[in-house]
């Protein structure tokens, strides 16, 4: 490898991507186009990073596997922070292979943690906890084990473990430092920034106010839940889900927010059932879906009927709530992704969200018609994209299960 590769190469290692492309800008070799790739990834232009890391891979000999392959894992990297989620995680799994048996472990470790950051982005937790758990940090450089102490924090946010998080995040912080990368530094307090924003409305006793991630935590420790955010109801560890009955959940959580009070039949009916005017059926068909409700809450919680309605009594002395997002609405799981800032694909929310293409396509038209969301491209090239949202409670509507889920 000769000089001015070398000396690019330090820099891009350093966060200079200025001063990497004036060493290698107007050459064609693979070497520099590799580097050039990155430095225009650095920079921002993800599009020309693309292509230029397509053409070193293919200009690398067939001697040259390893080159190859880190071209591969940029390539991914690359894909993740554009939302590219139909980029084949099987290509990555193949580098990072081929990285390990050529010695090349800090490669080979940041394949991980990429693949790792695409598993919590699309909710599969328990696959991404196992999976750090095999990566050892210990001979990654300053930048890596920053980005490697991100992701592991990023699982604890998700699994509301908001002090192994903010302890994670001290770390990556303090490797941020060690790295001299700015850039990288403010990231991670970014991510900080998570922890102290409001994230959810609790509403009991008729009040309702912001909680932030720790209180949410606290909240599940002592109080039965009806979470709005997850559509699940909570106490002592147990978890029912009703994110599939939305009848029940939603007779559940009036309840819930009439506590100790009881609700009124015909509010229960309009809640549930959306009918303006209750006639027999719509009582007899409640009197079913609380039977059902009272089934499904056997051993958290007691339905009585009262002389006007009916009635949420926890069993034991516990009190009830209402965990709700900060903002409601038929598609705030999209504005929730979106928030982050960054450009998406409605295919890649679809695999995200786990919904249907067209039913993403669709939200993401109406969010466009209310002016909460924009276009950018056409065609393939479109990408969704929204302003961050101050306090928008982004990290308890993404996917991925809780601790007792």
Request: one cysteine or more; proline letters at 6%; glycine letters at 8%.
């Amino acid at each position: 490898m000769d000089s001015l590769i070398t000396a690019a190469a330090r820099a891009l290692a350093s966060g200079d991507a200025l001063g990497a492309l004036k060493r290698v800008a107007l050459r064609d070799d693979a070497p520099a186009l590799a580097l050039r790739g990155i430095a225009m990834a650095q920079l921002g232009d993800l599009v020309r990073a693309k292509a230029l890391l397509k053409s070193a891979a293919r200009a690398f000999g067939p001697r040259e596997a390893v080159a190859r392959a880190r071209c591969v894992v940029a390539e991914a990297e690359i894909a993740l922070v554009s939302r590219d989620l139909t980029w084949p995680p099987k290509a990555l799994d193949a580098a990072a292979k081929v990285l390990e048996a050529h010695g090349d472990r800090v490669n080979a470790a940041h394949a991980g943690n990429i693949a790792i950051r695409r598993l919590v982005l699309i909710g599969r937790l328990d696959e991404a906890e196992r999976a750090l758990g095999r990566l050892d940090p210990t001979p990654l450089p300053p930048p890596l084990r920053a980005a490697h102490e991100l992701v592991a924090a990023g699982i604890a946010v998700r699994r509301l473990r908001t002090e192994a998080a903010r302890a994670a995040l001290d770390r990556a912080g303090f490797a941020a430092r060690q790295a001299g990368m700015p850039v990288l530094t403010a990231e991670v307090e970014t991510a900080a920034r998570v922890l102290d924003l409001p994230a959810a409305r609790l509403v009991s006793r008729g009040d309702e106010r912001p909680l932030r991630l720790a209180e949410v935590e606290a909240l599940f420790s002592s109080t039965l839940v009806v979470d709005a955010c997850r559509h699940v109801v909570r106490a002592d560890g147990a978890v029912v889900p009703l994110a599939s009955r939305p009848v029940l959940f939603a007779l559940a959580r009036a309840l819930a927010e009439a506590w100790p009070g009881d609700v009124a039949r015909g509010v229960l009916i309009a809640r549930a059932f959306r009918g303006k005017h209750a006639d027999e059926s719509h009582r007899a068909r409640l009197r079913v879906e609380i039977g059902r409700l009272r089934a499904e809450l056997a051993g958290l919680a007691e339905v009585l009927a009262t002389k006007r309605g009916f009635a949420l009594l926890p069993r034991g002395s516990g009190e009830i709530a209402v965990l709700a997002p900060l903002v409601e609405g038929p598609h705030a799981a999209v504005l929730a992704f979106l928030a982050d800032g960054e450009a998406w694909s409605s295919s890649a929310l679809s695999i995200a969200l786990g919904a249907s293409p067209r039913t993403v396509q669709r939200a993401l038209e109406s969010l466009a018609g209310e002016d909460k969301v924009q276009a950018i491209g056409r065609g393939r090239a479109r990408r969704w994209m929204s302003p961050p949202l101050s306090g928008f409670p982004t990290i308890l509507l993404l996917p991925g299960p809780l601790p007792s889920d």
